[in-house]
Nanobody
Framework: QVQLQESGGGLVQPGGSLRLSCAAS????????MGWYRQAPGKERELVAY???????NYADSVKGRFTISRDNAKNTVYLQMNSLKPEDTAVYYC???????????????WGQGTQVTVSL
C-alpha cells in the first residue's frame, strides 16, 4: 500500500537543472526518512541524497554542492533539485523510503518506479 511516484525527469543540457518530485502515500510521511538513489548502466547503485524526519540531509560526494533534497510534510512530497547537471548524472533516479526506526545503512524499504534523467548535448 506504500506508493512513491516520481516525476520531473527528462532530457537536459549539461549545466542545466531539473527538479524531481516524489509524492508518497501509504506512510506517515513526517516520520519517515526519504531519499533518492540513482542507477546507471555499468555503474554502482548510488544513494544520492537522503533527508531525515528532522530535516537533516546528506549527499553523495558526486553531487554535493549541486543537488538539494528537501521535503514538504504538508504535501507528503520529497524533492531533489539538481543544478549544474553533468553527463555523468545520467541515470534512472528512484525515490525511496525507510520505515520509521530503520537504519539508513540498510537498503531502502520502498522504491518508486524511477524516472529517467538524461544529461546530454
Amino acid at each position: 500500500q506504500v506508493q512513491l511516484q516520481e516525476s520531473g525527469g527528462g532530457l537536459v543540457q549539461p549545466g542545466g537543472s531539473l527538479r524531481l518530485s516524489c509524492a508518497a502515500s501509504g506512510i506517515i510521511f513526517s516520520i519517515n526518512s526519504m531519499g533518492w538513489y540513482r542507477q546507471a548502466p555499468g555503474k554502482e547503485r548510488e544513494l544520492v541524497a537522503y533527508i531525515l524526519r528532522n530535516s537533516i540531509t546528506n549527499y553523495a560526494d558526486s553531487v554535493k554542492g549541486r543537488f538539494t533534497i528537501s521535503r514538504d510534510n504538508a504535501k507528503n512530497t520529497v524533492y531533489l533539485q539538481m543544478n549544474s547537471l553533468k553527463p555523468e548524472d545520467t541515470a534512472v533516479y528512484y525515490c525511496c523510503n525507510w520505515k520509521p526506526g530503520t537504519s539508513l545503512v540498510r537498503l531502502a524499504d520502498y522504491w518508486g518506479q524511477g524516472t529517467q534523467v538524461t544529461v546530454s548535448l
